[in-house]
């Protein structure tokens, strides 16, 4: 699962970062985030690709690829647990439309992938900041809700999260 994940990753960027465009107009198209709680990890890494429309240049999709972790939420009122808590290691695909002109957008999507043993669906709306300039930080703050999750792990789930990244 892991190397399918790391050589489509390489394949996609390699493809996305041939790409070129107008720096007035178009923003910085590829993004590495580091983020917090997003998508039911505790942390995350993950690359995305970001298409503007030609014909409607408010509207931007962001498609990416991010994998966190995760562990079992547990309550241990009276002295320490009995056992450690499990760790969970996610892989997630997420799809988002920003809509906005400048740096400020209003941004909602969904993503879907798998928590350990479960796979989910989220839905998340929320603002990011996009530089107009390569090379520059990016940030977002999402808000998200699990629409369903089989084999529900025992996890926490943060509904707010947030995304620091490198725009180039």
């Known amino acids: 699962m892991k190397k399918i994940f790391v050589i489509s990753a390489i394949l996609f960027g390699s493809i996305c970062m041939a790409q070129t465009g107008d720096v007035k107009n178009n923003?910085?198209?590829?993004?590495?985030?580091?983020g917090m709680f997003n998508d039911g990890t505790y942390y995350s890494i993950g690359y995305e690709h970001m298409f503007t429309s030609k014909k409607h240049p408010e509207f931007t999709h962001a498609?990416?690829?991010?994998?966190?972790?995760?562990?079992?939420?547990?309550l241990c009122l009276?002295?320490?647990?009995?056992?450690p808590?499990?760790?969970?290691y996610t892989v997630n695909f997420r799809y988002s439309l920003n809509v906005g002109t400048r740096r400020s957008r209003f941004e909602i999507g969904s993503s879907a992938g798998g928590i350990g043993k479960a796979v989910g669906v989220t839905v998340l709306m929320g603002y990011?900041?996009?530089?107009?300039?390569?090379?520059?930080?990016?940030?977002?703050?999402t808000a998200s809700y699990p629409l369903?999750?089989?084999n529900t792990?025992?996890?926490?789930?943060?509904?707010?999260?947030?995304?620091?990244?490198?725009?180039f």
Not at 78 to 83: E, Q, V, Y
Not at 130 to 139: A, G, V
């Open 153 to 167: 792990p025992k996890i926490l789930y943060m509904p707010l999260g947030a995304s620091l990244g490198f725009s």
């Open 85 to 88: 808590a499990e760790k969970y």
């Open 27 to 34: 923003p910085p198209k590829n993004n590495i985030l580091v």
């Open 128 to 141: 990011r900041f996009i530089p107009l300039r390569k090379n520059n930080l990016s940030f977002r703050v």
């Open 63 to 74: 498609v990416g690829f991010f994998a966190g972790e995760s562990e079992e939420f547990r």
């Open 148 to 150: 369903f999750v089989t």
């Open 78 to 83: 009276f002295g320490p647990c009995s056992s």
